[in-house]
């Protein structure tokens, strides 16, 4: 008899729509019921912990969370083990990045390390514990971590998430910023990113190696969503264009399929020639990491791009008629209120159609949390995870670091050059919009 498995998304109500495709699960779902398991996705998504509708009936629960959701996946982990004998798992990059810790504070039995798939199918068939790669767990007393599980070689082995698991219309929203009528989903053709930026955890999941998705494959996943009368996409890869031949060939199966669509790329690779190809393949909208105006912060966060790239990266997209969105951080270790300004300049004097700003939290498996001493990073140790959120519904994001009132007043700065390009602003703008067309 196959076992009852219970993948739950806990919430994320700091985001500005906490109703986000859990497509992490949805892959391990697909995995599973692929092998013949029973198993089934439950999102508690936008619910206050009094709504929570835990099924009590499964035998194993695995939950995914990221470091400032972790507070929900404790309380998630107490109310089953008062109530089921079942295996509790936990997964995601929290628990990659910290274990130990996670294994210490909670009531999970086991965590899962890196990619997930294969890893919860021989949790959830029975294979003993010691013998499963890219586990931790306790064992009499004692926190044992398995050695690593080497990523899978070929991605297209894994079967496509199907987004007909989920009530998928609760999912669909503008996937263009500024159009509300760019109603889609997001997808991922690949796993991994390449650089080597400081602020990311990316690393601790995917090691810097890039595993690509098929164009066949990809688009045996984009027809699957148009024939439920889906055609706007947000192709959420860390690094969708890193590989020119590929992206040669997605462009052609885009251009072919009719989509609209918007991606994230670094600047470095944006040209004249790939923005408009990227345009005439139906692509609406580019977000790029920008993160400072200055090449000393640049280079002190290891970006792969330079001030005049990003330059030339945003002109070359807005030529080709594509929208920008530029993402920015402060508070970076070792910034100085120079380095601020030359972002501050660097926001006047460039034409992206919107900024988003950041201040930079050290997520638990990036390179400054895990090397807090080498970058001499003032962090205030008595904030919790889950003031951890680097992207909310707000513009007034929590402060991790020591000198709050410095790292507060280079934010203002930053949004005052900003001013009506706010990317929240212009979010709360179109949502007021359609709220009036609505009540017409």
């Known amino acids: 008899m196959s076992p009852k498995v219970y993948l739950i998304k806990v919430p994320h109500q700091y985001h500005i729509h906490d109703r986000n495709w859990p497509l992490g699960l949805l892959y391990i779902n697909a995995f599973l019921r692929a092998k013949g398991i029973d198993s089934q996705i439950v999102d508690l998504s936008g619910l206050p912990q009094e709504q929570w509708h835990l099924p009590l009936d499964g035998d194993v629960y695995g939950v995914s969370c990221t470091t400032p959701d972790f507070h929900h996946a ?116 690949s796993r991994g990113c390449p650089f080597q930026c400081i602020f990311c955890a990316s690393s601790v999941m995917w090691k810097r190696k890039v595993r690509f998705h098929s164009v066949a494959y990809v688009t045996r996943q984009v027809r699957q969503v148009m024939d439920l009368g889906i055609r706007y996409f947000f192709f959420c890869d860390d690094t969708l264009l890193v590989d020119r031949r590929r992206t040669k060939e997605l462009l052609a199966e885009f251009k072919r399929l009719g989509i609209v669509w918007r991606c994230s790329s670094t600047t470095h690779m944006m040209t004249p020639d790939l ?101 001499a990073y003032p962090l205030d140790t008595s904030i919790p995870y889950e003031q951890y959120f680097i992207v909310g519904a707000d513009k007034k994001t929590p402060i991790v670091h020591q000198e709050k009132d410095k790292i507060e007043r280079w934010r203002s700065m930053i949004w005052e050059a900003i001013g009506q390009r706010a990317t929240l602003d212009i979010i709360y703008q179109r949502e007021q919009r359609q709220l009036q067309c609505e009540a017409v």
């Open 74 to 189: 404790v309380r998630i982990a107490e109310i089953l083990r008062r109530q089921t004998n079942a295996t509790l798992v936990l997964g995601g990059v929290h628990a990659t990045a910290r274990p130990a810790e996670v294994l210490a504070q909670s009531r999970f039995d086991i965590v899962v390390r890196g990619e997930g798939e294969q890893t919860m199918f021989e949790l959830v068939t029975g294979r003993p514990w010691e013998d499963i790669p890219g586990v931790s767990f306790l064992y009499e007393g004692e926190i044992r971590h398995n050695p690593e599980r080497p990523l899978l070689q070929d991605i297209d082995l894994l079967p496509p998430p199907d987004i007909r698991d989920l009530d998928y219309e609760q999912y669909v929203q503008p996937v263009l910023i500024k159009d509300p009528a760019s109603r889609g989903v997001a997808l991922i053709t």
């Open 275 to 375: 923005a408009q190809a990227m345009y005439d393949a139906g692509c609406r909208q580019v977000d790029f990491g920008i993160e400072s105006g200055s090449d000393r912060m640049l280079r002190i966060m290891k970006k792969a791009s330079r001030r005049a790239e990003h330059e030339a990266g945003v002109r070359a997209a807005k030529e080709a008629g594509l929208m920008v969105k530029a993402m920015l951080m402060v508070g970076l270790p070792g910034e100085s209120e120079e380095d601020v300004r030359e972002t501050v300049r660097f926001v006047r004097e460039n034409d992206a159609d919107m900024y988003a700003l950041t201040v930079f939290v050290p997520l638990p498996g990036c390179d400054v949390a895990d090397h807090l001493d080498r970058y």
